[in-house]
């Protein structure tokens, strides 16, 4: 099964439960009931018009979470048809002998037993195992690449990257390019242009946005010991395991490489990282400053920050990146000049979690190792980050991650690493809020 093809059903998957949390959120029947019972016990025209501004509110709310709904299944129908016709495809290819497939595949039982024997004991099948070498361009390519894993595994590691650590890397837009070629911002994202029957839309128009970025080659490695697993017999439990450990390391590097990875470390280039090149791709005007008495204050919040989003990034519904503690000591301690909390607890109506937001905007928890809490951050450390994910920054890798011996001297064992090639690059930093802390005046 192609890569695509796994990331379009993760997408999919995606797709219907987020609307299956819609169906389940808005309780529409028992509250229209309540409602209908309310006004019957009404006594006073007062009442009876406070219930009739609830059921108003309640019909606007039931329209717009049913074009959620119509929208939602619109998408889905359309993942659907995409992937049908992807795959119709790859079956086509099969019986003309434009593809050459293997004695066994990479979803065969027999290639995925070899597989989980190489990691557990070493033992190397080239008649079933597909090895990846050096190969001009191609994005997958390294010297030495070594074995390639199962479809099954890379499946599991696609769906997996969004049950871990990585807040950041699960928001980021993924791209699938080929390294080493200068691609305009404009061309990540699309704009909107009146036609008539004399003009057209120039194509070569960015959308205003100017530069270009550049993705690049670069292996990381997620190292194994031989250990793993070696009591697990069966094949799907340790798919499941492996996978789990591969998408738990990967995701958390992501995350910490995302905000501060260097190019000098072969990293991806990190949002702290380009704040401080000259030039940046972040405006200066972005970095804003607050010190202990302006976290404190909430008109601070209002003038240093929110008053400075400018329209095309409000539409675009940003979120807050900060530490928990951050936002457990800092923003939910916010009051007003009457001494009232200026924080309102929300909860997911579906498994009843709080709903992390500031000022309505959705708040994404990072470790520390991403960004610093406000009250142990020392001056000009940033603790926070007002962002739009997809229109900011972006993750270039086919995740085709593949294993090779590697032999640990410092302990005197064998172990496998895990590769795979990516690179990371701010896109454009015009969507990008940073938080820094300074000493009060």
Not at 277 to 305: F, G, H, V, Y
Not at 389 to 401: C, H, Q
């Amino acid at each position: 099964m192609a890569l695509k093809s796994l990331m379009l059903r993760k997408k999919i998957e995606d797709k219907k439960k987020e609307l299956e949390a819609v169906k389940a959120a808005g309780d529409f029947e028992t509250r229209e009931a309540e409602l209908e019972k309310s006004i019957e016990e009404a006594e006073t025209d007062e009442e009876k018009d406070a219930v009739d501004a609830e059921i108003d509110k309640l019909e606007a709310e039931k329209k717009e979470a049913e074009e959620k709904i119509e929208g939602l299944e619109r998408e889905i129908e359309a993942l659907d048809q995409e992937l049908a016709a992807i795959e119709e495809g790859q079956k086509d290819k099969r019986k003309d002998g434009k593809v050459e497939m293997s004695k066994f595949g990479r979803d065969s039982m027999e290639y995925r037993t070899a597989f989980r024997d190489y990691i557990q004991t070493g033992k190397v099948d080239r008649e079933i195992l597909q090895f990846e070498q050096r190969s001009g361009d191609a994005v997958s390519a390294a010297s030495d690449l070594g074995v390639l894993l199962p479809e099954t595994v890379v499946q599991e590691i696609i769906t997996g990257v969004g049950k871990v650590h990585g807040q950041l890397y699960d928001r980021v837009k993924k791209t699938n390019l080929k390294g080493g070629v200068k691609y305009p911002i404009g061309s990540f994202s699309a704009t909107f242009n009146r036609i008539t029957e004399s003009t057209k839309s120039d194509r070569q128009d960015p959308g205003g946005v100017t530069g270009y970025v550049s993705f690049g080659y670069k292996i990381g490695e997620i190292r194994l010991a031989r250990t793993l697993l070696q009591a697990v017999l069966s094949v799907p439990v340790f798919e499941q395991e492996f996978s789990k450990t591969i998408a738990e390391a990967y995701v958390k590097a992501m995350d910490i490489e995302i905000m501060s990875g260097a190019e000098s470390n072969n990293e991806c280039v990190g949002i702290l990282t380009e704040a401080a090149a000259s030039p940046s791709r972040i405006p200066a005007a972005n970095i804003i400053e607050m010190s202990p008495n302006d976290m404190a204050d909430w008109t601070k919040w209002q003038t240093k920050l929110f008053a400075k989003i400018p329209l095309a990034m409000r539409k675009e519904n940003p979120q807050f990146a900060m530490t928990a503690a951050t936002y457990e000591a800092n923003i939910k301690t916010l009051k007003d000049d009457n001494d009232r909390p200026v924080y309102a607890e929300t909860f997911n109506p579906v498994d009843g979690a709080e709903k992390a937001t500031f000022k309505g905007k959705e708040v994404v928890f990072v470790e520390n190792d991403c960004l610093k809490d406000f009250d142990s951050a020392s001056a000009n450390q940033y603790f926070g980050m007002y962002w739009v994910p997809e229109k900011a920054y972006a993750i270039n890798s086919n995740l085709e991650f593949t294993v090779v011996d590697y032999f640990d001297h410092e302990t005197n064992q064998w172990v496998k690493k895990a590769l795979v090639i990516n690179d990371g690059k701010v896109l454009d930093g015009s969507y990008i809020y940073l938080l820094k802390k300074v000493a009060n005046p």
